[in-house]
């Protein structure tokens, strides 16, 4: 039996290294709590989007609401990218 791939944590050390995960148990505390914290993140940037959407549509946002909005879209898009990259990666996994 191979090794279970390192699955990719969707939280970082206090350095902001990865983390990474290996087991071979989908359904242990850990892997349950890095699925709800991702799937949180996929709604935190939804609505992100949502507000950076409704900012770019007001002409009269001033810099300060265009920056502010910038900045939590490339934070959520971070997220949903090492959200994105962990699942890839488990599904390009072979499966015994």
């Known amino acids: 039996m191979k090794p279970s791939p390192l699955r990719l944590l969707p939280w970082t050390t206090p350095e902001g290294k990865p983390c990474y995960l290996s087991t071979d148990d989908g359904g242990s505390r850990l892997s349950r709590l890095a699925d709800d914290i991702e799937e949180a993140q996929v709604e935190s940037g939804e609505q992100v989007l949502a507000g950076a959407r409704a900012v770019l549509g007001d002409r009269r946002a001033g810099e300060r ?29 072979p499966h015994d």
Do not use: N, P
């Not at 900045?71 to 890839?88: C, F, P, Y």
């Open 65 to 93: 609401a265009v920056r502010f909005a910038l900045v939590r879209a490339t934070e959520a898009l971070q997220d949903v990218l090492r959200v994105a990259i962990s699942r890839g990666a488990r599904l390009d996994a």
